[in-house]
């Protein structure tokens, strides 16, 4: 088992420009999880899958922000029309809801630049 | 909504000090309780949760218990090493969603 994975590590973009990052989670995990954490802070939920479903957006999440799932294992988060607030460490997590607490596991995250 | 508060930092020790770290909760229901632990250039990583009131969470030395009457997760550890060096978090998640939600993050700096 090799951990949760995402890519890439790090992304520099210019303002308005789209990007696309990935995640793949520890195999045989059903829930999928985005958060985003700025500088100083905790890390932010954005959204969480179970298998393939989307089951909850955060309001963090406006409508330039798409999540997907597709085969309910690898996930792509797209940001359109980046805006320089969205410079942020995006961090993927997954968890195996059959167990009697989640914990949950999470990979090294992408960094994002926005300028 | 549920939230959490956790001691602002940085908090600088020198080692083999003791350590407190507070954490103060709001949340409907019975959550459970995390401290997560980020090393220089590293991953968030669980360091120990509870998931009842009363539970004491340990792990490399560290201890917190769920204190339900005071809504609070203290992290507790007798004696650090300048290894402990970190951003400390507490955590909590949606007893439906199993979503966390963290607090603002605590720098630990130990000298030795």
């Known amino acids: 088992d090799t951990g949760v994975s995402q890519d890439p590590r790090h992304k520099i973009t210019k303002r308005g420009q789209n990007v696309t990052f990935r995640c793949d989670p520890i195999?045989?995990?059903?829930?999928l999880y985005w958060y985003r954490q700025t500088l100083g802070q905790g890390p932010e939920f954005l959204t969480y899958f179970q298998n393939e479903a989307q089951l909850e957006k955060s309001r963090l999440l406006s409508d330039r922000f798409s999540a997907e799932r597709p085969k309910g294992s690898f996930s792509t988060l797209e940001i359109q029309r980046t805006e320089q607030g969205d410079s942020a460490m995006y961090l993927c997590?997954?968890?195996?809801?059959?167990?009697?607490?989640?914990?949950?596991?999470f990979g090294p995250g992408t960094r994002l630049t926005v300028l | 909504g549920n939230s959490v508060t956790q001691m602002e930092g940085p908090v600088t020790l020198s080692e083999e000090a003791f350590l407190t770290i507070n954490c103060t909760y709001t949340a409907t229901g019975y959550p459970s309780l995390f401290w997560y632990v980020q090393y220089p250039g590293e991953g968030l990583q669980l360091l120990l949760k509870a998931t009842k009131a009363d539970d004491k969470g340990s792990n490399k030395g560290f201890e917190a218990t769920y204190r339900k009457e005071t809504t609070s997760f203290h992290l507790e550890k007798g004696s650090v090493q300048v290894s402990d060096s970190a951003v400390y978090f507490c955590?909590?998640?949606?007893?439906?969603?199993?979503?966390?939600?963290f607090g603002t993050g605590t720098r630990l700096q130990v000298f030795p």
């Open positions: 195999s045989e995990h059903n829930r």
């Open positions: 955590a909590l998640s949606d007893r439906n969603t199993d979503k966390l939600i």
């Open positions: 997590a997954s968890s195996s809801r059959t167990e009697t607490y989640n914990e949950q596991f």
